[in-house]
């Protein structure tokens, strides 16, 4: 229900591209390119702005994104308690996730989930990607959310969110506003997740595709948590990858800021990892509820 121009704005201006817009509304390029216009003329304000081979939110843009967020979720709400009219549910859940996703996504779904269903009790469990891996193949989980790319012939998975892994340092940092290219990571100060986490996992696969081997960078430290390695970053001058979900607030309070690689970017998916076969009603609800 949610009015087809203003999904393929709200799309654009997330992953901020035309192409992957697109692809992920399996249209032309023209046809969004096409949507945006109309929507600017209609509203008499340009939404986006080039920048080099990239774009950003206009003013205007950033207004339109709020409140488009605001109306897609109304939407989603109304459809959603529709559905669950005569419906009870009780039970438990337990679910495993990957530290981002515990920290910085899952607790307003969690939340507003809890406000619809109170007679079926959370259980979340922390850690990273192989750690919730191994949890749910010994049963002690009913699900995960994972951040890492490796997948198993064990499980199920299915897209959860997307997610940009970017460079980050603190705002006032001496390369802070300057365009790197990948070699200059070889002359940084940088700080990394753990082993076993799904963020270092990708990033090492992303730096490999481009020839960067991450064994050979300057790594400084290696820290448990998103939360830690902001910490560290603000009281020195290294580095580090860190998905955008982690930063958002430090980014609007300028406390942190991103640095541009040129021709390079991390994106990806956060994924439910489930066992394979049917799944229970609950975790069916859940699954609803979240996407």
């Known amino acids: 229900m949610f009015d087809y121009r203003l999904k393929v704005f709200h799309t654009v201006a997330t992953r901020l591209s035309f192409t992957k817009a697109s692809e992920e509304l399996h249209i032309s390029q023209p046809a969004v390119t096409k949507h945006i216009k109309e929507i600017e003329t209609q509203i008499g304000a340009k939404l986006f702005d080039r920048k080099g081979t990239s774009i950003q939110l206009t003013q205007s843009g950033k207004i339109l994104f709020e409140h488009a967020e605001k109306i897609r979720n109304i939407y989603r709400d109304m459809e959603f308690e529709i559905s669950q009219i005569s419906q009870q549910h009780k039970g438990k859940l337990i679910i495993g996730a990957s530290t981002t996703v515990a920290q910085y996504i899952l607790p307003e779904i969690l939340a507003k989930f809890n406000s619809y269903y109170r007679d079926i009790k959370i259980e979340l469990?922390?850690?990273?990607?192989?750690?919730?891996?191994?949890?749910?193949?010994?049963?002690?989980?009913?699900?995960?959310?994972?951040?890492?790319?490796?997948?198993?012939?064990?499980?199920?998975?299915?897209?959860?969110?997307?997610?940009?892994?970017?460079?980050?340092?603190?705002?006032?940092?001496?390369?802070?506003?300057?365009?790197?290219?990948?070699?200059?990571?070889?002359?940084?100060?940088?700080?990394?997740?753990?082993?076993?986490?799904?963020?270092?996992?990708?990033i090492q696969n992303r730096l490999r595709e481009k020839e960067i081997n991450i064994h050979e960078l300057n790594t400084v430290m290696q820290l448990g948590s998103s939360e830690s390695i902001k910490n560290y970053l603000l009281h020195s001058e290294c580095m580090a990858f860190l998905s955008i979900s982690t930063i958002l607030n430090e980014l609007k309070n300028n406390i942190l800021t991103v640095i541009d690689i040129k021709n390079f970017s991390i994106e990806r998916d956060f994924h439910f990892i489930l066992p394979k076969g049917d799944q229970s009603e609950l975790i069916k609800l859940f699954l609803r509820f979240a996407e």
């Open 125 to 202: 469990l922390t850690g990273n990607t192989e750690t919730i891996s191994t949890l749910l193949k010994e049963e002690k989980i009913d699900l995960g959310i994972i951040e890492g790319e490796s997948q198993s012939s064990y499980f199920e998975y299915k897209t959860f969110k997307p997610d940009e892994i970017v460079l980050a340092a603190k705002s006032d940092h001496p390369l802070a506003h300057k365009t790197l290219n990948l070699k200059d990571l070889y002359q940084l100060d940088l700080i990394f997740r753990e082993q076993g986490s799904g963020t270092l996992e990708f």
